[in-house]
């Protein structure tokens, strides 16, 4: 079928944001970049482009409006199962990564010393160059570390580390491990589920903060809103517990502050009293597991270490058992201790004994795509082992793509060392980081909104869904695409194209990747109409996805407590920092929209602050916004106080998010990082860094500090009646 460039648009017909957003017919176009001459685009006219946001793992679909050429405003789009129409914050922001001053605009080589800081501009000829002779040297030798990748641009990492011998390290800093991990233990399936919120009446969560920053928060916020007050004449009951009260536990029924760390022998406490009044589902033959696991502790016994009164235990399970739709959720707070995944499947054998495993509203596992391989995340426990294997000698060159992991790895875990063990660092992000301000050699990538890539997502949605991204302008400098440069790469090293990567370029690649699918999936339909079907809806979903059957015959784990770093006597409060809601993990440090959004809870903004409950401000003498230095066994932070009552007396709390040493002038040099003062102790089922198990104590510094609040002047506040 030969089609015209106009005629493929005419073929089209209604696009996917003229057809969704009121009143724009006349005024929208929707495009397909580079298809469409320049003589076409009409001044003044709005161009939406369908893509998918890259700001977090969840792949949400997007609609970007591009006025000559110039993005100027990114909404959700409507027609994509994520997100349905819905974006946070993150994803409006992706706008100042695109247009940040601080990008870097083209390779750089290291100038001065490691660390100083000191690049200068190269070409890309020469920056190739100096790669790919390190990498014919040492490429066996070599390893990288790269966020979660799920989709081709994953394939292609893969494929090219395996090609030349080296290590791949997909690093999530978000927990996700631990459930991943936890889901395998209790279900034999190494996957996430998807939590059916919308269809429940009754959610229990042990610290999953879904309506922050947990997995997917907008396709959460979607059915939490279905659930409430989503449905005529039925409103969903929600209980969170955790020690802090977090936006998700302002927004339950019920606040439960449980003392850290405790939260899986609570669960076991749960269940204990389905057993004992008979309220569970389990099957006969595998009764008495279960029965032996809950028989370890009384009630009175996990009251006690729990600090939740008995009557609320009792309360929890009869609700949770009498609900004709229920769930346990666990996350966050909760997997945040060394005990962090035996916790989780405690959490996961409620759902198996309120019988909701495999139904709607209820726990159920989804088939992964076949579209790619799946990538299997780790968490920090794989980055000590590849700094192991660079103290050794084993690995000697390191690759760096979208990760900040010395910003993120805690110094007393010594991962730092692994940049003075490596002979050579290569990095391709797009910003100056405290990473890539390591690097020997710097060949920036493009940003999402200029690139093309795509995004399975399975398990977290009953849609089969692949999210596809096209760039929506032109590239604004001399960068490149990270699979560009891989591509380019494998064929200078093999002197011809590789058997594995023979295309010239990403798109290439992605296209046969897409025309292979569709010849599965849209047969007999031709690939330049489908795939412009995709690119103009933001990617391809059915809602057939099939379900799985799960192993429902694991009993829970022994209650093992957390081992805590550091003597109470010196260090009296327990530690946690959260990530912060608009920050997150601190990548969104270098955007002001996000940096000026005040905390929903504290409107705090521009900077750190420390926690404390009025009772333990009131004891030390403290008043708002003093600074104050808060000290672990590891090292000390400091940052003004802010009085809440909604956490517990004897914990501390700060965002994580801010405290960076470079990326950019928005967030250098603002606010202080909670994670520099954490332990090196680790949740070993899973290999994720155990946030909550630092205890610290407060110090007074006799200075006043800088506490930006919504409703302030920027000034501490005076002394707060208690």
Not at 103 to 108: C, D, I, S, V
Not at 229 to 236: F, I, N
Request: charged share 20%.
């Amino acid at each position: 079928m030969d089609l015209s460039r106009r005629d493929l648009f005419k073929f089209a017909g209604l696009t996917a944001a003229g057809s969704v957003l009121p009143g724009c017919e006349k005024e929208v176009h929707n495009l397909v970049p580079f298809l469409l001459p320049d003589d076409e685009i009409v001044p003044g006219i709005a161009n939406w482009y369908a893509s998918t946001c890259t700001e977090c793992d969840a792949g949400c679909g997007i609609l970007v409006r591009v006025m000559e050429g110039r993005a100027k405003k990114i909404e959700g789009n409507p027609r994509h199962p994520i997100n349905r129409g819905k974006l946070c914050a993150k994803g409006q922001a992706a706008l100042q990564g695109l247009y940040n001053p601080d990008r870097l605009r083209g390779p750089l080589k290291r100038d001065g010393t490691r660390g100083s800081g000191t690049f200068r501009p190269i070409t890309w000829e020469q920056g190739l160059d100096a790669w790919v002779e390190r990498l014919s040297t040492s490429g066996k030798a070599s390893a990288m570390i790269s966020r979660p990748l799920a989709g081709t641009l994953g394939d292609l990492f893969t494929q090219f580390m395996r090609d030349t011998g080296g290590r791949l390290v997909f690093y999530d800093s978000s927990g996700t491990p631990a459930i991943r991990r936890a889901m395998q233990a209790s279900f034999g399936i190494d996957a996430l589920p998807h939590y059916d919120l919308a269809g429940v009446d009754y959610l229990l969560s042990f610290g999953a903060p879904f309506l922050e920053h947990w997995l997917s928060p907008v396709s959460f916020g979607i059915g939490y809103g279905a659930m409430r007050p989503g449905r005529p004449e039925v409103r969903g009951r929600f209980v969170q517990i955790e020690p802090r009260l977090s936006l998700t536990a302002a927004s339950a029924d019920r606040w439960t502050p449980i003392r850290p760390g405790t939260e899986g022998l609570l669960a076991l406490g749960i269940g204990k009293m389905l057993f004992a009044e008979k309220r569970s589902s389990v099957p006969k033959n595998t009764r008495q597991a279960f029965e032996k696991a809950y028989g370890s502790h009384s009630l009175d016994q996990i009251a006690a270490a729990t600090e939740v009164p008995r009557d609320e235990i009792l309360r929890i399970a009869r609700e949770f058992s009498g609900a004709s739709a229920s769930l346990a959720i666990g996350g966050g707070a909760a997997s945040s201790q060394t005990n962090g995944t035996p916790t989780l499947m405690a959490v996961n054998a409620l759902n198996l004994l309120a019988g909701n495993m495999g139904k709607p509203s209820g726990l159920r596992f989804f088939r992964s795509s076949s579209f790619t391989s799946e990538t299997v995340p780790v968490g920090e426990d794989g980055l000590l082992t590849l700094a192991d294997e660079f103290r050794s000698g084993h690995r000697t060159l390191l690759h760096l793509y979208d990760v900040n992991p010395f910003f993120s790895m805690p110094p007393s875990t010594r991962f730092g060392e692994l940049f003075e063990h490596a002979e050579f660092v290569v990095s391709f992000s797009s910003f100056m980081d405290e990473s890539t301000a390591m690097a020997d050699l710097i060949l920036p990538s493009h940003v999402s909104l200029e690139t093309w890539d795509d995004h399975p997502q399975t398990g977290l949605t009953d849609t089969e869904t692949i999210g596809l991204a096209q760039p929506v302008v032109t590239p604004l400098y001399d960068t490149r695409p990270v699979g560009d440069l891989l591509l380019q790469a494998a064929k200078r090293l093999d002197g011809s194209p590789s058997s594995h990567l023979p295309w010239d370029d990403f798109k290439t690649m992605l296209e046969v990747r897409w025309k292979a699918w569709f010849e599965r999936t849209r047969a007999g339909v031709p690939f330049e109409t489908a795939w412009i079907e995709a690119l103009q809806r933001g990617g391809w979903w059915r809602e057939d996805a099939g379900t799985l059957k799960v192993r429902t015959t694991v009993a829970p784990p022994p209650y093992t407590p957390p081992v805590l770093q550091g003597e109470s006597a010196d260090f009296p409060f327990y530690f946690y920092p959260f990530p912060s809601m608009a920050l997150g993990d601190g990548r969104g440090a270098n955007r002001p929209w996000l940096q000026e959004l005040p905390d929903t809870l504290t409107t705090v903004a521009w900077g750190s602050w420390v926690e404390i409950n009025p009772q333990t401000a009131q004891s030390l003498g403290l008043r708002q916004g003093e600074l104050v230095r808060v000290v672990s066994p590891f090292g000390a932070v400091e940052a003004p106080v802010v009085f809440f009552p909604g956490i517990r007396p004897d914990l501390i709390a700060m965002p994580i998010g801010q405290g960076h040493t470079s990326f950019g002038r928005y967030a250098r040099g603002r606010g202080a990082n909670p994670l520099s003062i954490l332990g090196p102790a680790v949740d070993e089922a899973s290999g994720c860094l155990a946030a909550g198990a630092t205890r610290v104590r407060v110090e007074r510094t006799g200075k006043t500090g800088t506490l930006v609040m919504l409703d302030q002047s920027g000034r501490a506040m005076p002394k707060a009646r208690l």
